[in-house]
Nanobody, 115 residues
Framework: QVQVVESGGGLVQPGGSLRLSCTAS????????MGWYRQAPGKERELVAR???????NYGDSVKGRFTISRDDARNTVYLQMNSLKPEDTAVYYC?????????WGQGTQVTVSS
């Protein structure tokens, strides 16, 4: 069983920045995939950014060039640095871990971009 906990959401003005954190129990070396997804009201959950294949990264098209995913293996933590935020980035952001063929989700953290 893997427990996943997100933090760092909040309210920010357009053009601002936020950093999200995701900490998972266990060792990150055992995770085949770890990253961020988001879901806005009335929309499907979509990929934001993730690590896979031992250290490769990929990003959703709408966040490329603005968001950066990074990791601290010693802390079992993945970060999402979000810059140049737009109102359309407003969503609940979820962290997902793939381990042992199973998927584990955090409870989500709300990000609201509004003036």
């Amino acid at each position: 069983q893997v427990q996943v906990v997100e933090s760092g959401g909040g309210l920010v003005q357009p053009g601002g920045s936020l950093r999200l954190s995701c900490t998972a129990s266990g060792s990150m070396s055992g995770f085949s995939d770890m990253g961020w997804y988001r879901q806005a009201p009335g929309k499907e959950r979509e990929l934001v950014a993730r690590f896979y294949g031992g250290g490769l990264r990929n990003y959703g098209d709408s966040v490329k060039g603005r968001f950066t995913i990074s990791r601290d293996d010693a802390r079992n933590t993945v970060y999402l640095q979000m810059n140049s935020l737009k109102p359309e980035d407003t969503a609940v952001y979820y962290c997902r871990v793939l381990y042992g063929g199973k998927m584990y989700w955090g409870q989500g953290t709300q990000v609201t971009v509004s003036s």
